[in-house]
């Protein structure tokens, strides 16, 4: 890391080679572990359960739903697995819809539906009433899933939505918005985009990003993920 | 505070609204530290909250079902907790629903504020 002796007699800045943190403690942070705390002395949950649910938490994302579509874009008949035993299916790539955690049903265990988009159908979903979500193969929903800006104008206006998305669709593709509920999770099969002819499932799960299976967004070669990333200078902490 | 039958979000949690006027959001506290994640870092421990009280409440005598918890959140989000971004207002909704239930008290709340802030100070 730096040419200079480390044995601290110098004025080194450590400050400058480590990542900034929140170095003061939030009433949010405190509220937070607070209410754990008095939920866990209450009897609601064990501090067992709540770890190994914040576990769960924190390892979901999209990527088993990825390699679905992949592999079902790949072969026919795990396709037709797919689309009509979808729990199988996703056993598959490594989720079991009936103990997705390991230790019992959260509450986001549901009848599992894959919607599988044609030339002619465009499929979106959303949750009107909350904001149910494919958890287990989808990981947590994003921020503005959540929002009833989208819950609502998705099921009223779902071209203009999706527009907003930047996702315009032809007049001839029919859009259908697919409203989850307590015991209904749905996910979209997009279409396999042009350009990819002889692309390895890893290739291909890498464009079949989280919108993608939501149905705000299509897959598009050489577009792998949602998020446009800054780039900044590095910063040096030595040699100044 | 009442816990008599009233919607939840027409009940007051005055420390809970303490804490929202405070306003040390992840955003702000964020931007004042230079600090780039997203969200706080205690996000997933609500998420493994909110799962767990889903999972163990919505069929005991406290009935607060999956959907309770979200209709009041996003009530609750849109009224008394409106200047809270996201995911504190889904924290402070959390409290607030569980306070005007009576499964916890605001008096009890408020000490073990005082204590936890003490003993992550200490």
Redesign the interface.
Known sequence: MSEHHHDHDHDHDHDRTV?????????????????????IE?G??TAA??????????QIGPTPAARLVARAWLDPEFKHLALTDPLAASKQVGVDWLDPTGF????DFAAFKILENTPTIHHVIVCA???CYPRPILG?SP?WY?T?NYRRRIVRWPRQVLSEFGLVLPDNVEVRVEDSN?KHRFMVMPLRPRGTDGWTEEQLAEIITRDCLIGVALPTPGVTTNVITKTRPAIRGIAH | MSTAAQPPHDISVET?EE?AK?N???PV??G?????NPV???K??????C????????GDD?GFS??DR??EE?VLS?TRYADLP?P?NQ??A??HS?VARG??DEV??RR??E???AR??A
């Open positions: 990542k900034p943190m929140v170095n003061e403690i939030t009433d949010f942070e405190v509220l937070e572990i607070a209410l754990r705390e008095l939920c209450k609601l949950f359960d709540h770890r190994l649910f914040t576990e769960f938490a924190e019992g049903t959260p509450s009433l909350c904001s947590n921020e959540r009833p307590q | 809970l804490i405070r040390q959001t992840w506290m964020a004042k530290y230079g600090v780039e706080p870092p205690w997933t421990s609500l998420d493994g909250m799962d767990a009280i889903d999972r163990s409440c919505a406290l999956f959907q979200r209709d996003d849109a996201y504190e924290l402070v959390l409290a569980l499964v916890i009890e709340l073990r504020l204590a936890v802030r992550l100070e």
